[in-house]
């Protein structure tokens, strides 16, 4: 009776609020020509010869890079190994685990639920999870038996606060202080993406009760705030949590190779997370999460700021929306002016370059940033993934990059740099 319930309340939900049509409709994202975009193919060719020598050389294993102008990809090549130990090359369409860049879509799922009257950007998220009432600041913790004392919160988290890594949340596992990495795992949170059989819920209300590193709104802490929002999307929609993306952003975008948990049949195109081993690359084991959990394990887990994995296609089909003004192929997602609220400062002062601020889940180009060079144009907004996956798009000469690789431990991968300022120097109009 219950799965009956939930079904028919998740078909009133996607009834009532479906994406609506839009005046505007921009085509979906198709090859085109780089001379007829304003892009030099010669020195969009640059790209080739630097992946070739960084993957040569022993930086990353394999690439995919994508470049796209005007709502048209310019460049898109798939460059060495997908796994080495099996000799499986590399193919455009495979896909990749995207972590952090998980964030942008759940950030987008938020707004569109703010963009329906569902809540304020200021309103505490006590309100919609009772279990964050009576916050606490870490004040003492003892390394001998892992107790520690607390002092009340100065002001409740609010959404804004989640999605500016500003609510006092920490990161367990990866977390900078060490007090933390254990609080979160002697209470059992879950970290980033698991196989394990456990749900947002259950993982979100045991981190409310945990202290938080600081006050809400005094400073920047990245934290696992977009998982909170996962759940707390479920709970205004009244839907699952990957229902709502599959049937609200990556059905009417068409993402079709976007997933949290690939189906049976995408298995096959999941690239190998690689590490160095004695100067060979070798696929990386099982250390405080299991590499396979996008096919194996519960499947139950559904991380909103990390669970995701995707193909570059897809991931430039959702910032080509944004740079749309939050439209594509004729359906709106999101209002232009939401997306100048998301992309506005929300957070000074994080980077020590000074070449940005923090919008609603966005690094986005200042005016510092732009004259630094080979960051783009003021506004322009980008994040990263912890496999090694990378974003940037820039508004104002509507260009998108994407660089996808998937290696972790230590390497000397330098693509990430050099793929920008490649791209910026290719514009030829």
Same mark, same amino acid.
């Given at each position: ?11 009133? @939900? ?11 409709? !921009? ?51 798939? /460059? ?61 913790? !003892? ?106 952003? /990556? ?64 991931? @430039? ?43 609603? @889940? ?14 783009? !144009? ?8 912890? /496999? ?37 120097? !290719?514009?030829?109009?």
């Amino acid at each position: 009776m219950k799965r009956l319930l939930t079904i028919f309340l998740s078909l009133f @939900a996607l009834v009532t609020f479906a994406q609506t049509k839009s005046v505007v409709k !921009s085509p979906p994202l198709s090859e085109g020509s780089p001379i007829s975009l304003g892009m030099s193919p010669e020195r969009l060719d640059r790209i080739d010869t630097m992946l070739k020598e960084s993957i040569n050389s022993g930086d990353v294993p394999g690439a995919i890079a994508l470049v796209a102008r005007n709502g048209k990809i310019v460049y898109h090549k798939a /460059f060495g190994m997908a796994d080495n130990e099996s000799g499986r090359v590399l193919k455009r369409d495979d896909i990749f685990r995207i972590a952090s860049q998980t964030k942008a879509i759940t950030a987008t799922a938020v707004m569109m639920l703010w963009e329906e009257g569902k809540f304020r950007l200021d309103d505490p998220i006590e309100n919609y999870i009772p279990e964050f009432k009576n916050g606490q600041v870490l004040d003492t913790y !003892s390394d001998a038996d892992g107790t520690y004392t607390t002092t009340p919160v100065s002001t409740p988290i609010t959404i804004r606060h989640l999605l500016t890594h500003t609510s006092g949340i920490g990161y367990g596992v990866i977390d900078g202080d060490e007090r933390f990495k254990k609080i979160y795992d002697k209470a059992g949170v879950t970290d980033l993406f698991t196989t394990k059989n456990i749900s947002i819920e259950e993982s979100v209300k045991k981190l409310a009760k945990l202290p938080l590193h600081h006050n809400p709104g005094e400073k920047f802490t990245y934290s696992e705030g977009l998982d909170v929002l996962g759940y707390f999307i479920e709970i205004v929609s009244g839907m699952p949590f990957d229902e709502f993306f599959r049937t609200r952003i /990556f059905d009417p975008l068409e993402m079709k190779d976007t997933w949290f948990y690939l189906p049976k049949e995408k298995h096959s195109r999941l690239v190998s997370v690689q590490h160095k081993v004695d100067g060979k690359w070798k696929k990386y084991p099982v250390t405080f999460y299991d590499t396979n959990y996008p096919i194996t394990g519960a499947k139950r887990f559904f991380s909103g700021g990390a669970g995701l994995s995707s193909t570059v296609k897809d991931y @430039a089909t959702f910032l080509q929306m944004y740079l749309n003004g939050g439209e594509l192929n004729g359906v709106r997602i999101l209002s232009r002016k939401t997306i100048e609220t998301m992309m506005g400062l929300q957070f000074d002062n994080v980077w020590d370059d000074k070449g940005s601020h923090y919008g609603l @889940a966005y690094r986005v180009v200042n005016q510092t940033g732009q004259n630094m060079g080979a960051q783009g !144009s003021i506004g322009t907004f980008s994040w990263g993934g912890y /496999f090694n996956t990378q974003y940037f798009a820039d508004p104002k000469e509507k260009i998108i990059g994407i660089i996808f690789k998937q290696t972790q431990g230590p390497t000397t991968d330098q693509t990430r740099w050099k793929f920008s300022q490649l791209v910026w120097s !290719s514009i030829d109009d």
